[in-house]
């Protein structure tokens, strides 16, 4: 029905394609988690970036302390997971929260956030080595649908980053917790008042968000390399994400993300990986001129 | 009930409130007034957990200084804010919800966001997101909200603020049902005299944070230092 080199093509496209899907997924949930922080606690997170590849990290060291046989990414996502949630809670609550008393607490929670940023990344190379990490596939094999190609490995990632983000999405919108996120985010006054301990609701926004960031991490760095300095740039690139969607904006977000990881994906077969980011920075700039309140934001 | 005992309040070299002492008894409706910047809401401010301060503030026979905001809730007193506080995306029930899940002790009831939504009267609007209502519906919204916290003292800011005169008598209608029939201790500021005199047994007047007169709000109005604190300000005392 189609010639040889149309089926090729069709084969290499919808791999591009479902590999787009896969990181914009992950995009979705990092952008979600660096909303979420900025939303409710009105400060920026500069080493945001940099619990990513806590995620990673923490996976392959029970991978290498462990081997796959105890049930694999489920056991990694028990083990790991908490872990996240308790590593940003505390950070929360005994290294950013006492700065929210100060005057000018927002510069300071700045750089204190920019400083964590730097020992990270100097912490992952001690421990870890300037090597570059990675992980096993989630699930080996390729998904044939009539003249396409699908790894489960993106089918895999995909599912489970959309999973974080309706659970994330359902817990915001059905539960006790998930109320008093969003009294905080709207009127931290008027939530004090009727009883809601903020502090606490920062504290628990902050690990939340560490967890998807980190869920992310151990997604992302079975497909990348886990490497201790690129904190700073997946920070950008939630960031970016974040902006071209809209701040503020939960749907844009979500919309920004597959958009950026699908055209990341294109550019990076057509044209060579590294043009990726040229593509991400020229889309940056033109959100910026163009529109500048994102794809979905409230403008002015 | 409520007993401050020689509190002061500092904003760097500005004293807001000055060795202030005060009693509230239970069961009363207790008024504060004095001029803009009087100190009245920063009152409130400390009572609630917002500031610290130097003095003493007991709640039931028990200090609540230092307390949090949101354990002085739990406590059993709640407020309202002289600029109503609301969360606009959510809807007029579950922002009473809120209070009903966080403000309070008790087992957790749904039944109790029903019944303050009727007390308020705003079962019309209670699937409406906040943010929709009008300046009267938000304010019985926050007035609903602190009753859903189950208070024992209900602390009202300013709650005439902005209404016309038939708004004022609907609320007044709610303030005086609140303290009879759910038998909440009231405090409130307010600016119009006549609301004050018409539902308090205990007037303070304040200025610069220091105690002017104390007592029946039928004295007070005729005591000598305030009708001069007061001077002037006829034209807004509705
Ligand atoms: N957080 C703050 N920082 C600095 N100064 C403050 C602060 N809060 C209040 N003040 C000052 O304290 C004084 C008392 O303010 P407050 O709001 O208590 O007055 P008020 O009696 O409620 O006045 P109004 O009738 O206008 O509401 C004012 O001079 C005000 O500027
Ligand atoms: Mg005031």
Wanted: proline share 3%; hydrophobic share 50%.
């Amino acid at each position: 029905m189609f010639s040889e080199d149309t089926v090729l093509l069709l084969y290499e496209m919808s791999d591009v394609l479902i590999a787009g899907l896969s990181n914009g997924s992950v995009y979705a949930l990092m952008a979600l988690g660096m909303t979420l922080v900025y939303g409710v606690t009105k400060a920026f997170n500069f080493a945001y970036g940099d619990f990513f590849n806590m995620g990673g990290y923490f996976a392959w060291m029970l991978i290498i302390g462990l081997g796959l046989q105890f049930g694999g990414y489920v056991t990694i996502f028990i083990v790991v997971l908490p872990m996240l949630f308790g590593v940003g809670y505390a950070m929360e609550k005994f290294l950013i929260s006492p700065l929210r008393k100060r005057a000018d607490w927002e510069n300071r929670i700045m750089m204190l956030t920019l400083g964590l940023a730097l020992f990270l990344t100097n912490l992952y190379m001690v421990v870890f080595g300037v090597k570059l990490k990675s992980l096993p596939a989630i699930l080996d094999g390729i998904l044939e649908v009539g003249e396409f190609v699908f790894s489960y490995q993106d089918i895999m990632i995909f599912c489970l980053s959309l999973g974080g983000i309706l659970l994330f999405g359902w817990t915001l919108n059905n539960t006790r917790t998930g109320m008093a996120v969003r009294a905080v985010a709207q009127n931290p006054a008027g939530a004090k008042i009727v009883g809601i301990n903020i502090g606490r609701i920062f504290a628990a926004t902050f690990a939340i968000s560490t967890v998807m960031v980190g869920f992310g991490g151990i997604l992302l760095s079975q497909k990348l390399f886990i490497n201790p300095s690129s904190g700073g740039a997946i920070m950008v690139k939630a960031w970016v994400v974040t902006a071209f969607g809209g701040m503020g904006s939960i749907r844009g977000g979500l919309v920004a993300a597959f958009i950026i990881g699908i055209m990341e994906a294109f550019v990076g077969w057509i044209f060579g990986m590294s043009y990726g980011i040229i593509a991400l920075f020229i889309l940056l700039l033109g959100t910026l001129i163009i529109r500048p309140q994102g794809l979905m934001g409230k403008g002015e | 009930m409520l007993k401050l005992s020689n509190v002061t309040k500092r904003f760097g070299s500005l004293v807001a409130v000055n060795d202030l002492s005060l009693e509230v008894e239970k069961g009363q409706i207790y008024g504060i007034a004095g001029p803009n910047g009087a100190g009245k809401s920063t009152i409130y401010n400390l009572i609630t957990g917002f500031y610290s301060y130097e003095g003493k503030i007991e709640f039931e026979g028990k200090p609540i200084n230092g307390l949090r905001p949101y354990q002085i809730v739990k406590r059993g007193i709640s407020r309202t804010f002289q600029i109503p506080q609301t969360f606009p995306s959510l809807s007029v029930e579950d922002s009473i919800d809120i209070g009903n899940r966080f403000g309070n002790t008790a087992a957790y009831s749904r039944k109790r966001v029903d019944e303050v939504i009727d007390f308020v009267n705003l079962n019309r609007e209670r699937k409406h997101k906040t943010g929709t209502l009008d300046l009267l519906g938000k304010k019985k919204l926050m007035i609903g909200a602190a009753l859903a916290t189950r208070p024992k003292m209900l602390m009202l800011d300013e709650p005439m603020a902005g209404s016309n005169a038939h708004e004022i008598k609907a609320l007044m209608e709610l303030i005086r049902r609140i303290n009879q029939e759910l038998g909440i201790t009231i405090i409130i500021i307010e600016h119009f005299m006549k609301v004050l005199t018409e539902l308090t047994e205990t007037l303070l007047i304040i200025e610069t944070g220091t105690e002017i007169c104390c007592g029946h709000p039928a004295e007070v109005t005729n005591d000598p230092a305030v009708i001069e604190c007061y001077l002037g300000r006829e034209d807004d005392q509705g």
